[in-house]
C-alpha cells in the first residue's frame, strides 16, 4: 500500500524554523516527482515547492523563494521541506504529494500549483505566531 505521512508540523513564532517530513512506503522516491501544497483556513490549496525526478530542478513558489528548501533522502525514502524566517501568513496544512508519472514538475503558474500528483498525505499543521 502507498502511503505518504507527513510529520514536523507545529507552533512556532514568527522568525522561526521548522522541518517538515515526508516518510513513503510501498514505494521509493527515486526518480519520481516530489511537491509540498499548502492550504490555508479559507483559501485555496497551493503549492509550495517540487522537486523533478528527472534532473532535480526545484521550484518554489514566489512567497517562499530564498525561505524554504525542498530535498529528500532516497537512503530514507523521506522527503524534506526545510522552513525558515517563517511568517503568520505561511500558516497553514502543509501535504507532500508525489507523481509517480511524470520525471518533470507540472506547473500551473496562474494558481501556481503543480498538477498530476497520484499519492498525498494527509497534511502537518503549521501554525506561526506573530
Known amino acids: 500500500e502507498v502511503q505518504l505521512v507527513e510529520s514536523g508540523g507545529g507552533l512556532v513564532q514568527a522568525g522561526g524554523s521548522l522541518r517538515l517530513s515526508c516518510a513513503a512506503s510501498?514505494?521509493?522516491?527515486?526518480?519520481?516527482?516530489i511537491a509540498w501544497f499548502r492550504q490555508a483556513p479559507g483559501k485555496e490549496r497551493e503549492g509550495v515547492s517540487c522537486?523533478?525526478?528527472?534532473?532535480?530542478?526545484?521550484y518554489y513558489e514566489d512567497s517562499v523563494k530564498g525561505r524554504f528548501t525542498i530535498s529528500s533522502d532516497n537512503a530514507k525514502n523521506t522527503v524534506y521541506l526545510q522552513m525558515s524566517s517563517l511568517k503568520p501568513e505561511d500558516t497553514a496544512v502543509y501535504y507532500c504529494a508525489v507523481d509517480v508519472t511524470a520525471g518533470v514538475c507540472r506547473v500551473v503558474y496562474s494558481h501556481y500549483t503543480f498538477i498530476g500528483m497520484d499519492y498525498w498525505g494527509k497534511g502537518t499543521l503549521v501554525n506561526v505566531t506573530s
Open positions: 510501498g514505494f521509493t522516491f527515486d526518480d519520481y516527482t
Open positions: 522537486m523533478a525526478g528527472s534532473d532535480g530542478s526545484t
